[in-house]
C-alpha cells in the first residue's frame, strides 16, 4: 500500500521542482499560448494548473498529451471557477500546438 503513496509522492515532487526550477520559461510558453491574457492577470488556481501542465507538456514527462490536459481540465473544474476548465483547455491545447512544431522542426534539423 505504500507503493503507490511513495510513486505520487515522488511524482508530485518531481513535478514541484521541475515547474519551479522553469517558472520563467513555462510562464513564457503560457503567455505566448494565452492571447489577449497576461499570466500575471489569470487567477492563482488557473495560473499554477496551467504551469504544471504546460511542464507536462514540454519539459517534465512522457505523459500524452490528451492526458496531460484532461487532468489539468480536471483539476480546474474542480479547484477553479466555472470557466477554468474551458480555459484551461483552450491554453493548453494551443501550448500542445506549439510544443509539436518545435518537436518537429528540431527533428527535422
Given at each position: ?67 496531460a490536459i484532461n487532468e489539468a ?37
Amino acid at each position: 500500500m505504500n507503493a503507490p503513496l511513495s510513486w505520487a509522492a515522488t511524482s508530485w515532487a518531481s513535478s514541484h521542482t521541475g515547474v519551479w526550477g522553469r517558472v520563467e520559461e513555462i510562464d513564457a510558453l503560457i503567455g505566448e499560448a494565452a492571447e489577449h491574457w497576461r499570466v500575471e492577470r489569470m487567477t492563482l488556481v488557473d495560473r499554477n494548473i496551467l504551469r504544471l501542465g504546460a511542464y507536462e507538456l514540454s519539459l517534465g514527462s512522457e505523459i500524452p498529451f490528451a492526458v496531460a490536459i484532461n487532468e489539468a481540465v480536471e483539476l480546474g473544474k474542480r479547484f477553479g471557477s466555472e470557466e477554468s476548465g474551458a480555459f484551461i483547455n483552450g491554453i493548453l491545447d494551443r501550448i500542445s500546438e506549439i510544443v509539436r512544431k518545435k518537436t518537429t522542426a528540431e527533428g527535422s534539423e
